[in-house]
């Protein structure tokens, strides 16, 4: 596991009550996301996002929540049952170099996991191939841990990735951008 990745028992202080005050999950992925769709929620953690995008996608949708470590997709999984979502959530384990996920996306979000990444081009690269033409993607970042010119340079990365920025949405505490295949 790389230095740079948030240990698996950190997420239960970045995903609770408190976090949800600051970063309401529903309102800040509504916008993006309609019944039906198929959603990838990468390093998803313990599930604060990819559960708001069960609610979402709707009993026709699917969400793909990945992340590197089994014990995130564990308590996910857990709290997905406990939200009536289960069904809708496919966990996926991926690799520090490699999403690996091969199914067609509306949307993609990328919350507060970009920089722990250990080659970011790659995965903005992977996260483009899972992309459906027109698909969309919400990358953001907390400004805690990455500077405006550390974002500026993801953004750049995205942009060689073939992901075209369309707009630079307010979230609470951080840098984000919408991108678009
Ligand atoms: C700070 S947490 C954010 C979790 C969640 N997105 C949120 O906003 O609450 C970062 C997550 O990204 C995951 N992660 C880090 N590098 C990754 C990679 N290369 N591929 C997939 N997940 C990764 C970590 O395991 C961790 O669960």
Redesign the pocket.
């Known amino acids: 596991?790389?230095n740079?990745?948030?240990p698996?028992w950190?997420?239960y202080f970045?995903?609770n009550r408190l976090?949800r005050l600051i970063?309401d999950?529903a309102r800040i992925v509504a916008p993006y996301i309609r019944p039906g769709m198929t959603a990838l929620?990468?390093?998803?953690?313990?599930?604060?996002?990819s559960i708001a995008m069960a609610g979402l996608v709707g009993p026709g949708g699917c969400v793909i929540a990945?992340?590197?470590?089994p014990e995130?997709l564990h308590v996910l999984q857990r709290r997905a049952a406990r939200a009536g979502v289960a069904d809708r959530i496919r966990v996926h384990r991926?690799?520090?170099?490699?999403?690996g996920v091969t199914t067609p996306c509306d949307f993609a979000?990328?919350?507060?996991?970009l920089h722990?990444?250990?080659?970011a081009g790659r995965?903005l690269a992977e996260i483009h191939a899972c992309l459906k033409p027109g698909g969309r993607s919400l990358l953001?970042e907390?400004r805690l841990h990455v500077s405006a010119r550390a974002f500026d340079d993801e953004l750049a990365l995205a942009a060689s990735a073939g992901l075209t920025l369309c707009a630079r949405p307010a979230v609470r505490w951080c840098h984000a951008a919408l991108l678009e295949r």
């Not at 991926?94 to 999403?99: A, D, G, Q, T, V």
């Not at 979000?109 to 996991?113: D, P």
């Open positions: 596991m790389p740079s990745v948030c698996w950190l997420g970045i995903d976090r970063h999950p929620d990468v390093g998803c953690g313990m599930g604060l996002f990945a992340d590197l470590q995130m991926c690799e520090p170099r490699h999403l979000l990328a919350f507060a996991m722990e990444v250990p080659d995965l953001a907390p």
